[in-house]
């Protein structure tokens, strides 16, 4: 398994600003993802942090709004910019490790709720 | 496009009621399947996997699911819920191509009333 924590836990932003959610793994992993939950929706894929190059991004998520970084095999960052009300979610980290079939078990942290007013 | 479908969104049992809770995908190729659970306050956790092998998954906390190719399905089943299965129940699908990219279901809020 993976202990993951994310900081900050939750947050209220101004409209116009930016935040920046980190994550941080207790080892190193192969694979770091970033969802967003939205109010009563499911789980949705931002993008896929990659170490040492630019993130994978999803359809309708672009780089300018969710800039991603992943200095090492441990840590990742994702700033939601210009944040609007839409951007009011929950943030998600995830890991997987390896490459064999295992590797596709993902492990989650426990998200940032963002709220933007 | 791939997609997830939970066909139950709100669900209340009674204790020790049996819980089934369907879980639809569209994709033709090999899949790997999960089912994931939040409890409230707590981050998703994985309750089971299905890789290939046995189509019936035993996962913790006595849930099983099946999965059943010609359908397209694999639905969670539990014979007798507590109140501590109160959760929201998330469905997951990945492709076996290495892409590690999960596909969610919309989930499913399971409420068990003591």
């Known amino acids: 398994s993976a202990v993951i924590s994310q900081k900050p836990s939750r947050d209220i932003c101004q409209r116009g600003t930016s935040l920046t959610i980190q994550c941080q793994v207790d080892?190193?992993?192969?694979?770091m993802f970033w969802y967003r939950q939205q109010p009563g929706q499911s789980l949705t894929l931002i993008a896929t942090?990659?170490?040492?190059?630019?993130?994978?991004?999803e359809s309708g998520f672009v780089i300018d709004k969710f800039p991603i970084s992943r200095p090492n095999l441990t840590f990742s960052t994702l700033t939601v910019s210009n944040m609007s009300p839409e951007d009011s979610s929950i943030y998600l980290c995830?890991?997987?490790?390896?490459?064999?079939?295992?590797?596709?078990?993902?492990?989650f942290g426990p998200g940032t709720r963002l709220t933007v007013t | 496009a791939q997609s997830v479908s939970q066909h139950n969104h709100h669900v209340i049992l009674s204790e020790a009621a049996s819980l089934e809770l369907g879980c639809n995908y569209s994709?033709?190729?090999?899949?790997?399947l999960f089912w994931y659970v939040q409890y409230p306050g707590q981050h998703l956790q994985l309750l089971l996997k299905?890789?290939?092998?046995?189509?019936l998954v035993k996962g913790i906390k006595g849930f099983e699911a099946e999965f059943i190719k010609s359908k397209f399905s694999f639905n969670l089943r539990k014979p007798s819920v507590q109140w501590s299965d109160t959760a929201e129940y998330f469905c997951?699908?990945?492709?076996?191509?290495?892409?590690?990219?999960?596909?969610f279901g919309t989930g499913t809020r399971l409420k068990v009333l003591a």
């Open positions: 995830s890991v997987t490790r390896g490459v064999t079939s295992s590797s596709y078990e993902q492990y």
């Open positions: 942090a990659n170490q040492g190059s630019e993130a994978t991004y």
């Open positions: 994709y033709g190729g090999t899949v790997n």
């Open positions: 299905y890789f290939s092998g046995d189509p």
């Open positions: 997951a699908v990945t492709t076996t191509s290495g892409t590690y990219k999960y596909i």
């Open positions: 080892s190193q992993v192969t694979m």
